[in-house]
């Protein structure tokens, strides 16, 4: 498999017979990972990838620099407010993002630290063991900028953590760290960041030295629990690129370049 094409993403393995992926979205700013036109379609697309290539056994995902992931970059943002086009051609990236993780069927680890948000959290959370630090800053940003939690929460949130959680979450646009991710059962599992990474590893090398039959038929078998949401999460994702063709995103792109709350 050429991993080569890949831009956005430096790709490694490691572990025994290299049968570990290591996924790290780059910071390209510097700062954080951001998905713009082309990490966005990137990162759908790996796990196709993951999926079809023989030598793999687990994959990791993790982020560079500052923090797991940033969100969207505003460009990519501003252009799918404004342009019908790439509107159309982003929602199906973020249709295959999840669908292609649900599917994919190596088992993935990710290691979040810092902020996580966007289509990077869209991966942390849909990964079959996630992994925060304590203090990593996990936040779904959509009603902030005025459109509705599509990605992923719908699918996964009211699973993993309750209802009641995720409408507090979702709606109000609140942070949560990664200890009380855990406590709510959001994440698998929080530590201190100085065990983040040899967490994730030892938990990818018990995976790739499993029987890979018995690991990957269990995760398909539960992943029917999310495959069951799937008409869910198709409305959630439609009415949230609705909401890119709508007044409210103008705002709420507007409010985070100057640095200020929204006024919807």
Request: aromatic share 8%; charged share 25%; net charge negative.
């Amino acid at each position: 498999m050429d991993y080569t094409r890949y831009q956005t993403l430096n790709i490694s393995r490691r572990g025994v017979n290299d049968a570990v992926l290591d996924i790290q979205m780059r910071a390209l700013n510097g700062k954080l990972p951001t998905s713009g036109h082309e990490g966005h379609w990137e990162l759908s697309q790996i796990w196709r990838d993951v999926g079809a290539d023989d030598s793999v056994r687990c994959a990791v995902l993790r982020g560079e620099g500052l923090g797991f992931s940033g969100g969207g970059d505003l460009a990519l943002v501003q252009d799918m407010a404004s342009d019908f086009e790439v509107r159309a051609r982003v929602w199906k990236e973020a249709r295959d993002l999840v669908y292609n993780l649900i599917n994919c069927d190596k088992p993935i680890v990710s290691a979040m630290h810092g902020p996580a948000v966007g289509a990077g959290l869209v991966a942390g959370l849909l990964a079959d063991i996630s992994i925060a630090t304590k203090t990593a800053r996990i936040v779904d940003g959509h009603t902030r900028l005025g459109v509705a939690a599509g990605d992923h929460a719908a699918i996964v949130w009211p699973l993993l953590c309750s209802m009641a959680k995720a409408k507090y979450y979702l709606l109000l646009c609140e942070p949560i760290s990664g200890e009380e991710a855990e406590r709510i059962g959001l994440v698998s599992l929080a530590v201190d960041e100085a065990e983040l990474l040899p967490k994730a590893y030892e938990i990818a090398d018990r995976l790739a030295s499993g029987s890979q039959t018995a690991i990957r038929w269990t995760k398909y078998a539960l992943n029917n629990w999310l495959r069951q949401a799937g008409p869910t999460f198709d409305t959630s994702l439609a009415l949230e690129f609705m909401g890119f063709g709508g007044p409210d995103v103008h705002e709420g792109v507007a409010s985070l370049r100057e640095k200020r709350a929204p006024r919807f």
